[in-house]
């Protein structure tokens, strides 16, 4: 099946897929041993840093032959795709899913680039996201605000093709300093005037009963990633600051297995 007939089948049974981005192998495996557990459909996706880092050929492969190898259903996305140029190579590779983001542009080229990104994925029967709106990324400033206008994304939606749009109602990529609260009327709101599956991205952090009642009013995708890396590092430094080991084959399982839980955790969630 691909992404967006599934996208349709959540939509109309209230839940949302699971998108956890990977960095190494050991992510890989933690990912997919928890949607095994749970024999749940998981999204993988890859950002422009993580396929600078592992090759975007072979991080691709990394992802399919682990679908395949854990008898997982599950697709390959570009996360936060800077250009279109990156669009389109990820669509030659093999990618099923990927994601435009213009959120920072001016809205009338954010839906003409959006709109170049669906054209291209046509020839392959790919999935498209794009982003509308100002959910804070790493580094950026989470004070400033820029919340999803319903009628902007009507428009968008309408005008580009697109057929997942990320939205911001709250949240924030990272770690947050304080509970994030999340603008569910503006989310009703949204999906009451659009069709395309709704995008919760900053998933990290955000308390798990508020990830529910987001599922619940129309979300269909939850990013999760920094939780992923950061559940990672803080096992493997506990476990060397109390050991000399060099075998990593010894050192990194400890930590995948963290990552394994904390996925198993996030499925229930969103199922």
């Given at each position: ?40 459909p998981i999204i993988l ?44 190579l990820c669509l030659e ?179």
């Amino acid at each position: 099946m691909n992404l967006q007939d599934k996208f349709k089948e959540f939509r109309q049974q209230k839940k949302a897929l699971l998108a956890t981005n990977f960095y190494n192998f050991e992510t890989l495996k933690g990912i997919m041993l928890a949607a095994q557990s749970k024999q749940s459909p998981i999204i993988l996706q890859l950002t422009q840093s993580s396929i600078d880092y592992m090759g975007l050929r072979n991080a691709y492969n990394m992802g399919k032959t682990a679908l395949k190898y854990y008898g997982v259903e599950g697709w390959i996305h570009l996360d936060h795709g800077g250009s279109i140029e990156l669009v389109k190579l990820c669509l030659e590779t093999g990618f099923d899913s990927v994601m435009f983001d213009g959120s920072e542009l001016p809205f009338e080229q954010n839906i003409e680039l959006s709109k170049q990104a669906v054209k291209l994925a046509k020839h392959y029967g790919a999935n498209v996201e794009a982003e509308l709106g100002y959910v804070a990324k790493l580094g950026q400033s989470t004070e400033k605000t820029g919340f999803t206008e319903p009628n902007d994304a009507k428009v968008f939606v309408e005008q580009t093709g697109v057929d997942a749009l990320a939205v911001a109602i709250g949240t924030a990529h990272g770690f947050y300093k304080e509970e994030p609260n999340l603008d569910f009327e503006r989310l009703i709101a949204i999906k009451e005037i659009t069709n395309a599956a709704l995008v919760l991205h900053g998933g990290s952090g955000v308390p798990h009963e508020q990830i529910k009642k987001a599922v619940s009013l129309g979300i269909n995708k939850v990013n999760i990633a920094t939780e992923i890396k950061n559940t990672f590092m803080e096992t493997l430094k506990l476990l060397m600051a109390k050991n000399d080991e060099i075998d990593l084959r010894k050192v990194f399982p400890p930590a995948t297995d963290a990552v394994e839980t904390l996925i198993k955790q996030k499925l229930e969630i969103v199922s």
